[in-house]
């Protein structure tokens, strides 16, 4: 079983810069593809980026392409997600996930391993 813990989560102002850090349990995390997604309050779940096993590869959702960055360290079973100019509209509960096998990595539903989610709030 894996477990994911996020950190980095807070109170920021528009322009402002984050870092998020998701932390794994386990032997498993360099076998694992690891996304990011977020849920804003009365919305859906939604893809924000995510990183193949050796890091090679990344994936962005459009509106945060030039923003936000997204990167792991295998050594320490440690995702990240670098948060740059902020908007309110970023507003969301962060949530990083793994997925074991190879599927789409913009669908919630092919991961596997959840965290219990960051708060990230936006302030204009």
């Known amino acids: 079983q894996v477990q994911l813990v996020e950190s980095g989560g807070g109170l920021v102002q528009a322009g402002g810069s984050l870092r998020l850090s998701c932390a794994a349990s386990?032997?498993?995390?360099?076998?694992?593809?690891m996304g990011w997604f977020r849920q804003a309050p009365g919305k859906d779940r939604e893809f924000v980026a995510a990183i193949l096993r050796s890091g090679a590869s990344t994936y962005y959702a459009d509106f945060v392409k030039g923003r936000f960055t997204i990167s792991r360290d295998n050594a320490k079973n440690t995702v990240y997600l670098q948060m740059n100019s902020l908007k309110p509209e970023d507003t969301a509960v962060y949530y990083c996930?793994?997925?074991?096998?190879?599927?789409?990595?913009?669908?919630?539903?092919?991961?596997?391993?959840w965290g219990q989610g960051t708060q990230v709030t936006v302030s204009s």
């Open positions: 386990g032997r498993t995390f360099s076998s694992m593809a």
């Open positions: 996930a793994g997925m074991s096998g190879s599927a789409n990595l913009r669908d919630s539903q092919n991961y596997d391993y």
